[in-house]
């Protein structure tokens, strides 16, 4: 077993090189299933995730090839020879779910497991599942998989009840080849979204963006092969400019687009935080930056998302007074406080009043269950070093910046969860100053 130590109190200062969005790169992956031509995708990210989905895809007979060092990779899918997913790599991911669009145009019929990915809520495919049913899709419940069958997609009229990413992803892939006119409502407006739609349409499909929330499709019979590049990945700028900040450092982190991060950049100005854009860089001044505490309400785009809520949460732990981060996107999002109360952070957890929840809450509320949906901060604290468990993804990356603007040493278990979205993460944290390392340990 690996674990980190990290030892607190370091300034992070130099320049970081972010890598591509681990959102985009999983969609584009499955994507590239569409045709029997070969795509070529760049910027590619070398993390567990992507690797889990290539050894998936290889075992149904897609074509591979990698170029690791230069984050490239050629994707041929002439050759799919199972429509039915054995695989325990399907398990990990939550983009997994997503091939059986692929499958189901080539087959007409696929069965797939149960989804996996980070257990930070039900995230149930029902939306999903109802879309794909209203194109012609029938769709059965086996103990342990799902069973989609169609002998061919037809476009149709669909208004999701809630946002949901993948959701919208998955629907805009099925109606890229069906037959007609496909018009989604209340469709996510994710950057990672209009990524995959710009991909699709490289590969000759028909898709408009009419407003922020609704999407048009007109179904083409045939897609081919493309290059496409991978933009940055969204929550590891945001990652290290927590870091930076929280152990009052200096960085300049690139390529970063910006419009991304507008609503982010405001609540960090509104709390304090000195930071500068400069075309594709940013500049973090984190020694100058003396946060105050304020409020946050997670939403999908473009509001705060809900995958910057954790570190934000650690950032409010040095700020002067109480903040409160409210969590309006998944119930069950908040496994990483007891860890971070364990370094003497002062965190309530608690429920809102809220008026109409079933409008304000994007998960169903037949999900929420005893689920705590807010926190309450009260700052400043002086972490302290100490041994913690990762929960997940993004609960990892906050306890690795937590740790390292701790006072003292911190051991963290579960490293596994952060080798799935950010590459080579103690690497570069290093090269920033960074006093962490990853040990080998017996398990226990």
Same mark, same amino acid.
């Given at each position: 077993?690996?674990?980190?130590?990290?030892?607190?109190?370091?300034?992070?200062?130099?320049?970081?090189?972010?890598?591509?969005?681990?959102?985009?790169?999983?969609?584009?992956?499955?994507?590239?299933?569409?045709? =029997?031509?070969?795509?070529?995708?760049?910027?590619?990210?070398?993390?567990?995730?992507?690797?889990?989905?290539?050894?998936?895809?290889?075992?149904?007979? +897609?074509?591979?090839?990698?170029?690791?060092?230069?984050?490239?990779?050629?994707?041929?899918?002439?050759?799919?020879?199972?429509?039915?997913?054995?695989?325990?790599?399907?398990?990990?991911?939550?983009?997994?779910?997503?091939?059986?669009?692929?499958?189901?145009?080539?087959?007409?019929?696929?069965?797939?497991?149960?989804?996996?990915?980070?257990?930070?809520?039900?995230?149930?495919?029902?939306?999903?599942?109802?879309?794909?049913?209203?194109?012609?899709?029938?769709?059965?419940?086996?103990?342990?998989?799902?069973?989609?069958?169609?002998?061919?997609?037809?476009?149709?009229?669909?208004?999701?009840?809630?946002?949901?990413?993948?959701?919208?992803?998955?629907?805009?892939?099925?109606?890229?080849?069906?037959?007609?006119?496909?018009?989604?409502?209340?469709?996510?407006?994710?950057?990672? +979204? =209009?990524?995959?739609?710009?991909?699709?349409?490289?590969?000759?499909?028909?898709?408009?963006?009419?407003?922020?929330?609704?999407?048009?499709?007109?179904?083409?019979?045939?897609?081919?092969?493309?290059?496409?590049?991978?933009?940055?990945?969204?929550?590891?700028?945001?990652?290290?400019?927590?870091?930076?900040?929280?152990?009052?450092?200096?960085?300049?982190?690139?390529? +970063?687009?910006?419009?991304?991060?507008?609503?982010?950049?405001?609540?960090?100005?509104?709390?304090?935080?000195?930071?500068?854009?400069?075309?594709?860089?940013?500049? +973090?001044?984190?020694? #100058?930056?003396?946060?105050?505490?304020? =409020?946050?309400?997670?939403?999908?785009?473009?509001?705060?998302?809900?995958?910057?809520?954790?570190?934000?949460?650690?950032?409010?732990?040095?700020?002067?007074?109480?903040?409160?981060?409210?969590?309006?996107?998944?119930?069950?999002?908040?496994?990483?406080?007891?860890?971070?109360?364990?370094?003497?952070?002062?965190?309530?957890?608690?429920?809102?009043?809220?008026? #109409?929840?079933?409008?304000?809450? #994007?998960? #169903?509320?037949?999900?929420?269950?005893?689920?705590?949906?807010?926190?309450?901060?009260?700052?400043?604290?002086?972490?302290?070093?100490?041994?913690?468990?990762?929960?997940?993804?993004?609960?990892?990356?906050?306890?690795?910046?937590?740790?390292?603007?701790?006072?003292?040493?911190?051991?963290?278990?579960?490293?596994?969860?952060?080798?799935?979205?950010?590459?080579?993460?103690?690497?570069?944290?290093?090269?920033?100053?960074?006093?962490?390392?990853?040990?080998?340990?017996?398990?226990?």
């Amino acid at each position: 077993m690996e674990i980190y130590t990290v030892e607190g109190g370091y300034n992070l200062t130099g320049e970081v090189r972010v890598s591509g969005a681990k959102n985009v790169a999983l969609k584009v992956l499955i994507a590239s299933l569409l045709t =029997d031509e070969e795509v070529l995708i760049e910027n590619i990210p070398s993390i567990s995730d992507v690797f889990s989905l290539i050894e998936m895809l290889k075992e149904i007979g +897609v074509r591979i090839e990698t170029d690791e060092k230069k984050h490239r990779l050629v994707v041929s899918a002439r050759e799919i020879k199972r429509n039915k997913i054995t695989s325990p790599h399907f398990s990990k991911l939550r983009a997994s779910f997503l091939l059986m669009i692929p499958l189901l145009l080539r087959f007409r019929e696929v069965e797939i497991p149960l989804s996996g990915g980070d257990k930070i809520g039900v995230r149930p495919i029902d939306r999903t599942i109802e879309g794909l049913e209203k194109m012609g899709a029938k769709i059965t419940y086996q103990d342990h998989s799902h069973l989609l069958q169609a002998k061919k997609l037809t476009g149709a009229k669909y208004t999701f009840k809630k946002n949901t990413h993948t959701g919208t992803e998955a629907l805009v892939m099925a109606a890229t080849l069906a037959w007609g006119e496909t018009v989604l409502k209340n469709a996510s407006e994710e950057p990672e +979204v =209009d990524e995959l739609i710009r991909l699709l349409n490289d590969m000759g499909a028909k898709i408009k963006r009419l407003s922020s929330r609704k999407i048009v499709i007109n179904g083409v019979k045939k897609l081919h092969g493309t290059k496409f590049t991978i933009i940055s990945d969204r929550n590891e700028i945001v990652t290290f400019i927590c870091a930076t900040i929280f152990t009052r450092g200096k960085t300049v982190i690139s390529p +970063v687009e910006h419009l991304h991060l507008t609503h982010f950049y405001e609540k960090l100005s509104v709390a304090g935080a000195k930071i500068e854009q400069r075309e594709s860089r940013l500049f +973090v001044n984190g020694a #100058n930056s003396d946060l105050k505490g304020i =409020d946050i309400v997670t939403s999908p785009h473009p509001g705060f998302m809900t995958d910057w809520q954790a570190p934000w949460a650690v950032l409010m732990t040095g700020a002067q007074g109480s903040s409160v981060v409210h969590e309006a996107v998944f119930e069950k999002r908040f496994g990483y406080i007891s860890e971070l109360n364990k370094m003497g952070a002062g965190i309530e957890l608690f429920n809102p009043d809220v008026k #109409n929840p079933e409008l304000f809450y #994007n998960f #169903n509320l037949t999900d929420r269950g005893d689920n705590f949906h807010a926190i309450r901060i009260s700052g400043p604290k002086q972490l302290l070093g100490n041994e913690l468990v990762i929960p997940d993804l993004r609960a990892g990356a906050t306890l690795v910046l937590a740790a390292l603007g701790s006072q003292g040493t911190s051991k963290l278990t579960g490293i596994e969860h952060i080798d799935r979205g950010y590459e080579k993460f103690e690497k570069r944290l290093s090269a920033l100053g960074a006093k962490i390392r990853r040990v080998e340990v017996a398990s226990k």
